[in-house]
């Protein structure tokens, strides 16, 4: 868990926080599950959890319209396809944005991870971060996370 830890205080920041969104993220909890069928673990008014297989979880900040984010974090250095259609799913309940643009992104972030440790791709609207790192507690990581932004072009 200390090794998910960055990439969830880093999605927090990214997005913000505040409880004024809670209806907001409400919604957006409901369609990550809805489009993922990832189940809730820890549900806030403005950070939900989920699981969503064995080795994958979810992470999503709420930040308000256009501020917020969702990751999807994986045990082991080389996530399996399935891995990339639940995060584009996921990165689309958050951004509307199609979820093959997503995936797409995702795979191109996560090569690139795979040999400089980090990297983004931007998107209208969004940027997908990549990093790979390895764990002293559990080994290989993959983390990826989806980050809007208020810059729509």
Partial sequence: MRALFPLIVFTLLAAGSGTAWAQSCDTLIDKVTGETAAKTTDRRSDYASFTAGEDMTLTLACGGPDHSSVGAQYRGATPPDRY???????????????????????????????????????????????????????????????IENSDRS
């Fill in 84 to 146: 990339f259609d639940v995060f584009g799913k996921a990165g689309h309940a958050v951004t509307g944005i199609d979820a093959s643009v997503i995936t797409e992104a995702a795979h191109r972030a996560q090569a690139t991870a795979t040999k400089l440790r980090h990297s983004n791709v931007d998107l209208g609207g969004a940027r997908v971060t990549c990093s790979a790192m390895v764990s002293p507690d559990k080994g290989p990581l993959t983390l990826c996370a989806v």
